[in-house]
């Protein structure tokens, strides 16, 4: 099983600053590695896959960048309805999809 | 618009079978599509359990399988769950979703139901 470790567990950020997220693999997953974006009480959305595509109707302050063991998700520029939980998600271990721990963007 | 929503019980008494099934929107299951179901312990993080794919192709968590069992209702247009022996440790929100066309992430995703095992 791959494991998936995402630091910091607690990112504290004032809106309008940039936050970077931090994604690491046990072993390389290439690019094949999906960001998730989660409210309280919703289910997870898509927000990246393939390390850096951002998806359908997703806005351009969303970045990925990484591949092998190292993924960033970036937010240049933090709204209001960004303080979420974030997950990666690796799917190039097949049949074993691993989640990583999650990061919490909350307010400063 | 795909839209999924989960149904099913939500306790369920340790030792018995969960049985979730996620009814699908917008999109006819028996025109393709793999389908998944994720979950969420309170307050954790994102475990996948499974995807099945139309007929009868299915692929599991190894650390589930020997306890899961999906499948395909196209005449319902759903797809469901069953996970036997359930203890505590299975006390989730539990996730269907659709499988991305060409990879094995998630959207859209159902809003989740509470499955809560408990005598």
């Known amino acids: 099983e791959i494991l998936m470790t995402q630091s910091p567990a607690t990112l504290s950020v004032s809106p309008g600053e940039r936050a970077t997220l931090s994604c690491r693999a046990s072993q390389s997953v290439s690019s094949n590695l999906a960001w998730y974006q989660q409210k309280p009480g919703q289910a997870p959305r898509v927000l990246i896959y393939g390390a850096s595509t951002r998806a359908t109707g997703i806005p351009a302050r969303f970045s990925g960048s990484g591949s092998g063991t190292e993924f960033t998700l970036t937010i240049s520029s933090l709204q209001s309805e960004d303080f979420a939980v974030y997950y990666c998600q690796q799917y190039n271990n097949w049949p074993a999809l691993t989640f990583g721990g999650g990061t919490k963007v909350e307010i400063k | 618009q795909v839209q999924l929503q989960e149904s099913g ?111």
């Open chain 2, 9 to 119: 019980p939500g306790l369920v008494k340790p030792s018995e079978t969960l049985t979730l099934t996620c009814g699908v929107s917008g999109y006819s299951i028996s025109s393709g599509y793999f389908w998944g179901w994720i979950r969420q312990p309170p307050g954790k993080g994102l475990e996948w359990i499974g995807t099945v794919y139309h007929p009868d192709n299915t692929y599991y968590n190894p650390s589930l399988k020997s306890r899961v069992t999906m499948s395909v209702d196209t005449s319902r247009n759903q797809f469901s769950l069953q996970l036997t022996s359930v203890t505590a440790a299975d006390t989730a929100v539990y996730y269907c979703a659709r499988r991305a066309t060409t990879n094995n992430w998630f959207d859209p995703w159902g809003q989740g139901t509470l499955v809560t095992v408990s005598s």
